[in-house]
C-alpha cells in the first residue's frame, strides 16, 4: 500500500510517496502560490501531484487551516493570503481518482508524535508555535478532531483581552501574541509607541555608570 502523503503550507506545498513501511520513496516541493485564491492553489496541487500519478493507492494530507468535511477553513485568513474556504479532499480525488484524507497539519504533528512515544503514553496536548499557533490531543490513544475540527487548537483561546487584534476579528488571542508572526510585530508596536528620549538616554547612562 503506498500513499501519496501532502503538506499544505502558507509557504510551501510538498508531496511525498511513502511505502507501506513509512519509507519516502520519492519527494516534491513547490511554493505555495502567492494569490493563494482557489484557483492558484488548485493549479499549484495539480502541478506537484502530476509526476507522482498513478503509484498511489490513496492521500492522506496534513494542513494549514481548519479542516471540516473534507474542506480547508482559515479562523485566521492572514495566514493564507486571504483564502477562507477550499474543498481540499474533493479537489485531491478529482485530480488523483484516489481516496482522501485531510487533517489539520498541527493535529497530523501531534498523531505522529504521539506514535513514537506510544509505548509510554496513552494521553498527550502537543502545541505547535510557527506562523499561527496550533495544537493537537491524543486521549486514550485516540486523536480527537473535535467539533469543527476545532479540538487542539489553541491559537484562538483569549489570553489578554487589552492585547493586539487578531486575524479572525477578536483581540488578544494567544496567536496575535505568541505566533511567529505576533513576536515579529511586537517590536515594530513598541517603537510606534515609543518616544526617542530613552533611546538618546540609554547610551549616556551606560557611559555614565562605566565611568563610575
Not at 501531534?110 to 495544537?135: N, Q, R
Amino acid at each position: 500500500m503506498t500513499t501519496l502523503a501532502m503538506d499544505i503550507g502558507g509557504t510551501k506545498l510538498a508531496a511525498a510517496l511513502l511505502d507501506s513501511n513509512l519509507q519516502i520513496r520519492e519527494r516534491r516541493e513547490l511554493p505555495t502560490p502567492a494569490s493563494k485564491t482557489p484557483e492558484a492553489l488548485r493549479a499549484a496541487l495539480q502541478a506537484l501531484v502530476a509526476p507522482l500519478q498513478g503509484r498511489a493507492n490513496r492521500v492522506a494530507i496534513a494542513s494549514t487551516g481548519i479542516i471540516r468535511e473534507g474542506a480547508l477553513l482559515a479562523l485566521n485568513p492572514h495566514n493564507l493570503g486571504g483564502l477562507m474556504h477550499f474543498p481540499l479532499t474533493q479537489t485531491l480525488e478529482q485530480i488523483t481518482g484516489l481516496p482522501t484524507l485531510a487533517v489539520n497539519d498541527a493535529q497530523a504533528a501531534a498523531w505522529a508524535e504521539y506514535h513514537a512515544m506510544a509505548d509510554e503514553i496513552s494521553d498527550m496536548v502537543f502545541i505547535t508555535v510557527s506562523t499561527g499557533v496550533g495544537g493537537g490531543v491524543i486521549s486514550s490513544g485516540k486523536l480527537l478532531t473535535g467539533s469543527g475540527g476545532l479540538a487542539g487548537h489553541l491559537g484562538h483561546t483569549l489570553a489578554d483581552p487589552n492585547g493586539p487584534a487578531c486575524g479572525c476579528g477578536r483581540v488578544g488571542c494567544v496567536e496575535a501574541i505568541a505566533s511567529g508572526r505576533g513576536i515579529a510585530l511586537q517590536p515594530k508596536v513598541r517603537l510606534l509607541d515609543a518616544t526617542p528620549k530613552p533611546f538618546l538616554a540609554a547610551p549616556g547612562k551606560e557611559m555614565s555608570r562605566q565611568a563610575g
